[in-house]
């Protein structure tokens, strides 16, 4: 989340292999032109994410009146809802995940802005429990973060500018998808203006995007020649 709005991305790739490798798209946006606009991607045990998600699309089809992702009036009370939602599913599959070791971890990360109040970021952990971003500390990643991280923390300030931002977040992704086959194209990618209430700039990039594939091999290319450029150790005596 930076001044200007908020850039949110998510790759599509889920149990991955050596020869086992699906991709679903791990981003839903819930928008209501000069109202809302609610960005959420999710990480985890994919079941329990589109459970998650299902139940708070059944929220809104629910009778009227009974608070759903649609009528709350903040974005505090659409990470509780979503947290709530992601407690009910684990609580209800955990116990039988658990008897076969499988993991039914699951995060979200909640961006956007509703009418009346300023843009904001959350991170709800799999517990439910969430926390929400500050001018300090502006960035959440969930997923596979160690290497996409470093780049982050160099260049994301509240004053980053949206294009710089774009950048960063995809050169992140593209570090991360060098080092761990979990992490792959396609990502899908939007980025919010902030005050708009309305989503316009929504891209996907797959392995044949020009831009893509220009920045890796512009990136590639930049951190070998600063490497290259950087100063010979000086042996003492030598």
């Known amino acids: 989340m930076i001044d200007a ?21 791990k ?21 329990v994410t589109q459970a998650t998600l299902n139940h708070l699309e059944q929220g809104m089809r629910r009778a009227e009146g009974a608070p759903n992702i649609m009528n709350v009036r903040s974005m505090w009370e659409v990470a509780e809802l979503v947290g709530s939602a992601l407690r009910e599913v684990r609580h209800r599959d955990g ?3 658990m008897q076969t070791n499988v993991d039914a971890s699951a995060n979200f990360i909640i961006g956007g802005q509703i009418a009346g109040e300023e843009q904001r970021l959350f991170m709800v952990y799999t517990e439910g429990n969430f926390i929400e971003a500050t001018p300090e500390t502006p960035y959440f990643q969930i997923g596979e973060v160690k290497y996409g991280k470093p780049i982050i ?4 300030t509240a004053g980053t500018n949206m294009d710089d931002a774009v950048k960063c977040v995809l050169v992140s992704f593209d570090s991360t998808m060098r080092s761990n086959l979990s992490v792959g194209l396609p990502i899908d990618l939007v980025c919010y203006e902030k005050d708009s209430l309305h989503l316009s700039l929504v891209r996907r990039f797959d392995e ?6 220009t ?6 290319e930049g951190v070998r020649r600063a490497f290259a450029e ?9």
Do not use: C
């Not at 044949?208 to 594939?213: A, E, G, I, T």
């Open 5 to 25: 709005g908020i850039v949110l991305a998510s790759d599509s790739r889920t149990n991955a292999g050596v020869d086992n490798i699906s991709t679903f798209r």
């Open 27 to 47: 981003m839903k946006v819930f928008e209501r032109p000069g109202d809302r606009v609610i960005v959420m991607v999710n990480s985890g045990n994919l079941a």
């Open 95 to 97: 116990p039988f995940l």
């Open 153 to 156: 923390d160099r260049v994301i």
């Open 208 to 213: 044949q995007d020009p831009y893509m594939r």
């Open 215 to 220: 920045l890796r091999q512009k990136w590639g």
């Open 230 to 238: 950087l100063p010979r150790l000086e042996w003492d005596g030598h």
